[in-house]
């Protein structure tokens, strides 16, 4: 037997190297043992293995796929898992659907990609299939990963699942119920559900001696960002505004969920806090957050955006965001149609937005669509009709079926408004919608269909007095003996006995007339019926209250009174005037109104004092005292009291 050469031996201690270096988890030394093997065999296909997966375990992913490109058709779960880390879903999901191998990892690596591709109901059945088929260590992380498949497709708009429940959840489990919750709309359970999860994780990372508390505040971080949203939902703003700005002010999440949190104050700033808002704005145009987002909070950052450049007036700004949400994965028609009509009118292009909304409701439809073109024709009734009468979803709707048929008949289309209504009918089995229009045909002259109607109504509710009222009423106009026959149906076949004295007696009970009699005994009969005896209806006067007349307490009968009692005491002759009324004469704005003229220095019509006369006065023209001396000036310049 021949000794081995001396590169098998130096390959077989590499090897030997490699082997335990891998087990050790050393994969930094494992990576340069395999490039001195490499170095000496490079066809040695183990050896490019094992640098790959240790390129892999070393997060270079970009390198691993360059080793990969001249084997495309070996290690295809290599390659597979590569493509889906650096962010190429769908290369990763070809690779892995056209792939032979049918393992358990591949199929692992198919519920990933399912998952980040948002095609929720098949990554649910994948994971339902390998929980059933396999028992391992590792059953919990794919009962988590089963958890957020459900609660994720729970948050589409096609589904609606109950939360998945399990017997000893960890805190991921409880966390993708909760989010299941509020998918949901069951926020209060969600709240509570994210309170357990939080209590779970803290206990769960204190046991793990390996974790930080920068560990524990990011995973924790997720909790409460989703308990803040929770709190969000439920109107509790200032609390949920506490969370967001611990989360990022103390800078415990990744830039994704800071994202979120930012984006989640922006909603409750609205128009309010329009700086702190534009401060937010650098959070959610980071890179990368499309690579941790999913299309639903993508489309929802990129509208507040919108909303808030036109805020801001920031058209420009606003017209590149919408341009690019209508490009992009998270793309919804709709949304862009009526955030880029928003700009057009802000930019006072009134028929351009109608043009974009009118081409887009008649592609999609919708009734937001729908009312927003209405609301843009606002002042062409004809066309607003038009729109509103095409929106099947709105016929069941009273106060829109009005609008339209008012509509109609502002424009003098009462024959379009009665089409409208049949529409309406055959669609919609309203009985408050068939009588209204009964009603508008009774009101328009078209008797016979409004009877027609009215029939229907009566005969699903017959004991309704008002439309029994109404039909009799339209009965009597056209048929009196349809009218007598329902009148008899409704009051009976017994006939009516009225009495004329009981009922003449009766009416002038309260009208000043009164019962004298004894107390009424046993079985006699109440006032105002017949039989009674011991009664007499008489009438009386009413009687006036003469009050008496109030005097002074001085008065005296033998004194006459003063004639000049009802003047002012000012103008009476027996009024004694003070020193300040005789030195300034009549006082202006003194005694009554109209006592006494103005004196010469304020009578304007006979000019200034001293003045050319009739000389008009600018605003910015000083004015001089007029009337007063130079001893009064200086008189009241030496009053004057010193600084």
């Not at 058709?73 to 690779?95: G, H, K, P, Q, W």
């Not at 009709?385 to 979803?393: D, F, M, Q, R, T």
């Not at 008949?409 to 409208?420: D, L, M, N, P, W």
Request: hydrophobic content about 35%; some cysteine.
């Amino acid at each position: 037997m021949t000794s081995p050469s001396p590169p098998q031996k130096e390959l077989e201690v590499l090897f030997k190297d490699l082997s335990s270096q891998g087990q050790n988890g050393d994969y930094q030394k494992a990576l340069k043992t395999a490039n001195r093997i490499i170095k000496i065999s490079p066809q040695d296909k183990t050896a490019l293995q094992c640098k790959i997966v240790c390129l892999i375990h070393q997060n270079q992913f970009v390198e691993a796929l360059k080793l990969m490109s001249s084997n495309r058709d070996e290690l295809e779960f290599e390659r597979a898992y590569c493509l889906y880390r650096t962010n190429r879903v769908e290369e990763a999901t070809l690779i892995v659907r056209q792939s032979s191998d049918k393992s358990q990892r591949m199929r692992e690596l198919l519920g990933q990609l399912l998952y980040r591709a948002e095609q929720y109901d098949e990554c649910l059945s994948v994971y339902q299939e390998l929980m059933a088929n396999s028992t391992d260590e590792f059953d919990s992380e794919r009962l988590t990963n089963l958890s957020a498949a459900s609660a994720a497709l729970s948050g589409t708009a096609r589904h609606s699942m109950d939360p998945l429940s399990v017997e000893d959840p960890t805190y991921e489990i409880v966390y993708n119920r909760a989010c299941g919750l509020v998918a949901g709309g069951r926020v209060k359970e969600a709240e509570s559900e994210l309170q357990r999860a939080e209590s779970l994780c803290r206990s769960a990372m204190e046991d793990d001696p390996d974790m930080t508390e920068e560990d524990v505040g990011a995973e924790l971080a997720v909790i409460e960002v989703q308990r803040g949203y929770v709190l969000q939902l439920q109107g509790r703003n200032q609390e949920a505004l506490a969370i967001y700005n611990k989360i990022i002010r103390g800078k415990l999440g990744d830039p994704s969920l800071n994202a979120v949190a930012s984006n989640n104050i922006i909603t409750m700033n609205r128009d309010q806090n329009v700086f702190d808002s534009k401060k937010r704005l650098k959070t959610l145009s980071l890179e990368g957050l499309k690579n941790k987002l999913n299309t639903l909070q993508l489309g929802a950052i990129e509208r507040n955006k919108v909303l808030l450049y036109l805020h801001t007036n920031q058209l420009d700004s606003a017209n590149k965001v919408c341009e690019g949400l209508s490009r992009g994965s998270h793309a919804d028609k709709e949304t862009y149609c009526l955030l880029k009509a928003a700009i057009l009118v802000r930019e006072k292009r009134q028929r351009d937005a109608v043009e974009l909304v009118r081409g887009c409701y008649e592609e999609v439809g919708g009734v937001r669509l729908g009312f927003t073109l209405a609301q843009l024709l606002l002042g062409e009734p004809e066309r607003v009709a038009k729109v509103l009468s095409g929106i099947p979803e709105c016929f069941d709707k009273p106060a829109v079926v009005d609008l339209v048929v008012n509509l109609h008949c502002c424009t003098g289309e009462y024959q379009h408004a009665s089409e409208f209504y049949e529409r309406v009918l055959r669609k919609s089995d309203n009985h408050s919608l068939r009588q209204r229009a009964a009603e508008f045909e009774l009101s328009v002259g078209r008797v016979e269909k409004g009877i027609e109607l009215l029939e229907e109504v009566y005969s699903r509710d017959r004991r309704n007095p008002r439309v029994a009222a109404r039909l009799m009423s339209a009965y009597s106009a056209v048929e009196p003996e349809k009218a007598a026959r329902l009148s008899r149906e409704l009051l009976g076949e017994e006939e009516v006995v009225l009495d004329a004295e009981l009922l003449e007696t009766t009416g002038l009970t309260g009208f000043g007339l009164h019962y004298r009699g004894g107390k009424r005994g046993e079985g006699s009969p109440r006032p105002g019926k017949q039989g009674g005896s011991n009664q007499e209806i008489i009438t009386s006067k009413r009687k006036h209250r003469k009050r008496k007349i109030k005097l002074p307490k001085d008065f005296d009968p033998t004194v006459p009174p003063d004639p000049e009692r009802w003047l002012p005491r000012k103008e009476r002759s027996s009024y004694k005037r003070r020193k300040a009324d005789k030195k300034g004469g009549v006082s202006v704005g003194k005694g009554t109104q109209g006592a006494g003229g103005a004196s010469a220095e304020f009578d304007m019509s006979k000019g200034a004092v001293g003045g050319t006369g009739g000389t008009p006065i600018g605003m910015g023209d000083a004015v001089k005292p007029v009337g007063v001396s130079k001893a009064k000036q200086q008189t009241t310049k030496g009053r004057k009291k010193k600084r």
